[in-house]
């Protein structure tokens, strides 16, 4: 491991005993300590990445700036994708992780900057886990993400992200190539023991 740790965002790293990372994006109001529990959970063998977004909103951490509820500041979106895929690009060197094998799981906002990742930077992702997740923008060129699994855990009853969202997000990304997958459970944005159990059965699909 490289001594000098990246310092373009503030971030808990912890090494797993498998090839696997797990990038773990929080919500808005959320910090890089948030999902640390639920990756381990999740899989108890993988690294785990966990960055806390730069934006605040209020006092609450984001990973890119909105205008209002589920509008998004496309320009900053774009940068933030940008510097976080650097910025992973950078935990591939110092924390000698593979680079073929670094899963986001995403919640809400992380979810959305996750998918942002997977349009705008493709190869920096193996896959993803996006929960909650909506269309973050529609990029002008579609990215190649033929071999990408992705797993959309989406509320039937989310007041935030109405169902035609996310099934245009599924679209999107399945047009670009992705293998996508899209349940809707019962409930709302927060999580449920079923996503829980949904995203550790589709993990335990991926190489490790
Ligand atoms: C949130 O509250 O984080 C929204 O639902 C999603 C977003 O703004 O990215």
Same mark, same amino acid.
């Given at each position: 491991m490289n001594a000098k740790p990246p310092s373009s965002f503030r971030h808990v790293f912890i090494p797993g005993k498998s090839r696997r990372t797990l990038l773990l994006l929080h919500g808005t109001?959320?910090?890089?300590?948030?999902l640390l529990s639920l990756g381990r959970n999740l899989d108890p063998e993988a690294s785990l990445l966990s960055p806390r977004g730069k934006i605040l909103e209020n006092g609450l951490p984001r990973f890119f700036r909105r205008l209002a509820e589920g509008v998004f500041d496309e320009e900053d979106l774009i940068h933030r994708s940008n510097e976080l895929a650097d910025f992973i690009a950078e935990t591939v060197t110092s924390y000698s @992780?593979?680079? =073929?094998?670094i899963y986001a799981v995403g919640y809400s906002n992380g979810a959305n900057i996750a998918a942002s990742l997977l349009l @705008?930077?493709? =190869?920096?992702?193996?896959?993803a886990a996006l929960l909650r997740a909506m269309v973050p923008l529609t990029p002008e060129v579609l990215p190649k993400l033929n071999g990408i699994s992705v797993l959309m855990l989406s509320g039937r009853y989310d007041p935030i992200v109405p169902e035609e969202n996310a099934r245009r997000l599924e679209a999107l990304l399945t047009s670009a190539g992705a293998t996508v997958s899209l349940h809707f459970e019962n409930a709302a944005h927060q999580l449920t023991e079923n996503t829980l159990e949904t995203v550790r059965g589709w993990l335990n699909t991926q190489p490790s």
């Open positions: 109001g959320g910090n890089e300590h948030d @992780l593979d680079s =073929g094998r @705008l930077r493709p =190869g920096v992702l193996t896959g």
